[in-house]
């Protein structure tokens, strides 16, 4: 896979499919992190993305803020197990991200799930290190790949959001299934992860301008 520079990866993108032309006109080059987060990053960076399952970005923004508070104001292994699961409970978090919070931190504690390999580890390696952890699905571990781990080639086909922003860059009638994102993608194969990046900034720049 070619290692490209963000406007690089930007004609890839308009070059694959025309309909990306405006958005990336709009939005510039990618703008993602280019290296993977230092290991000390990698645990609350997990725990921010359990926090953020199926809520929207300012609930989860809020709720999260609530559970650095319960944990003293740092988040990691020690402080989340110290907490529990009852306190994580009351900053707002379910029954089942907060016992997978707890659940993820033992689990690193004891090296089942060892984060300092992550970086040596292919994405499919990573999300079954990650998933299995009971309450811990795909889309977690997917946003992990993303945000901390910087891979360059993550689809997350399930996340609402980059469902819409395709349909919305395609004038689509109706919000893309699962199934056609996940065909309609393979064209980008290499850099999917910008790809799911300008369909969050077509949500993003279509509500600036209403």
């Known amino acids: 896979m070619p290692n490209r520079k963000p406007d690089e990866v930007a004609a890839f ?6 309909a990306f032309k405006p958005i990336i006109a709009l939005a510039g080059p990618p703008k993602l992190p280019r290296r993977a987060a230092p290991v000390d990053v990698r645990f609350p960076s997990l725990v921010r993305s359990i926090t953020h399952q199926l809520l929207a970005t300012s609930a989860a923004t809020t709720i999260h803020g609530r559970v650095v508070d319960a944990c003293g104001g740092v988040v990691n292994v020690h402080t989340i197990i110290a907490t529990g699961p009852e306190k994580l409970r009351g900053a707002g978090v379910n029954r089942t991200k907060a016992q997978a919070m707890v659940d993820l931190a ?7 799930v060892d984060l300092s390999r992550h970086g040596r580890m292919t994405d499919d390696e990573i999300v079954h290190d990650v998933a299995s952890v009971r309450g811990i699905g795909p889309w977690t571990a997917q946003m992990y790949l993303i945000s901390t781990m910087s891979r ?35 064209r980008f194969a290499g850099e999917r992860t910008s790809v799911a990046w300008y369909c969050w900034e077509a949500i993003r720049w279509s509500k600036v301008a209403k």
Not at 13 to 18: E, N, S
Not at 106 to 112: A, I, L, M
Not at 157 to 177: A, N
């Open 13 to 18: 993108i308009a070059q694959r499919d025309r």
């Open 106 to 112: 033992h689990d690193v504690r004891n090296s089942r």
């Open 152 to 186: 360059p080639d993550v689809w997350p086909i399930g996340d609402y959001g980059v469902r819409v922003g395709w349909s919305l860059l395609h004038g689509l009638d109706e919000t893309i299934s699962e199934k056609d994102l996940l065909i309609a993608g393979e």
